[in-house]
């Protein structure tokens, strides 16, 4: 069966540092996999996405993340973190079937 | 383009008593989902159509709560009767081609 597994509950960081958080997903087929993040009291909206091709992938706000099928994983990396990017971070599976497998998330804290 | 349109954005209500929530998808996209989220069990999805077709219903708590999609642009989720461990926030999804578009999510609160 298909698992997102997302290692660090809260990050917390120092503004302008840099900053990685975890995605390990298991799967026995091709997967697509997304980073969303979700804004106190707001909904889902995508950092970026891999669906094939480059294994490194650039998003909204200066994020990315790098494809890594030998690992599986997909840590998403931003190198120098706002304020404005404290927030909630989900990474996402699917392998195609329309039924997406969420991570429990991640608390990103930025520090002043 | 207007988004995922979702309403309410709060709902308090007594135990009991029916609850209402609606969702505008995305115009053009064939794929609605509806999620719930809670403190202690994250995002659970609840049910997802097709076409306005209900393709997996699985996750959908129990017979109180129930989904329909009259046409492409309107869905609603109903629970009745409510109940205090129904408060979560409740969230809308749209997709065309492999990305979810969320809506803002509709908080309740039963009492």
């Known amino acids: 069966a298909q698992s997102v597994t997302q290692l660090d509950s809260q990050v917390p960081v120092f503004e302008e540092a840099p900053v990685e958080l975890r995605c390990n997903y298991s799967?026995?087929?091709?997967?697509?996999l997304f980073w969303y993040v979700q804004y106190p009291n707001q909904g889902l909206q995508l950092l970026l996405k891999?669906?094939?091709?480059?294994?490194l992938v650039k998003g909204i706000n200066g994020f990315e993340a790098e494809f890594n099928k030998s690992q599986t994983s997909f840590h998403l990396r931003k190198p120098s973190v706002h304020i404005s990017d404290t927030a909630e971070y989900f990474c996402?599976?699917?392998?195609?079937?329309?039924?997406?497998?969420f991570g429990t998330g991640t608390r990103l804290k930025v520090l002043a | 383009d207007a988004g995922v349109i979702q309403s309410p954005r709060h709902e308090v209500t007594e135990m009991g008593q029916e609850v209402t929530l609606r969702c505008k998808p995305i115009?053009?996209?064939?794929?609605l989902f509806w999620y719930r989220q809670t403190m202690m069990r994250g995002l659970e999805l609840l049910i997802y159509?097709?076409?306005?077709?209900?393709?997996?219903d699985s996750g959908m708590p129990e017979d109180r709560f129930s989904a329909k999609m009259p046409n492409a642009s309107f869905s609603t989720l109903k629970i009745q009767p409510s109940e205090p461990r129904d408060s979560a926030v409740y969230f809308c999804?749209?997709?065309?081609?492999?990305?979810?578009?969320f809506g803002e999510g509709s908080r309740l609160t039963v009492l």
């Open positions: 799967s026995s087929v091709s997967v697509y």
């Open positions: 115009s053009g996209h064939d794929y």
């Open positions: 159509f097709n076409n306005n077709v209900p393709i997996d």
């Open positions: 996402v599976a699917t392998s195609g079937t329309y039924k997406y497998i």
């Open positions: 999804a749209s997709s065309r081609s492999g990305e979810l578009f």
């Open positions: 891999y669906l094939s091709g480059s294994t």
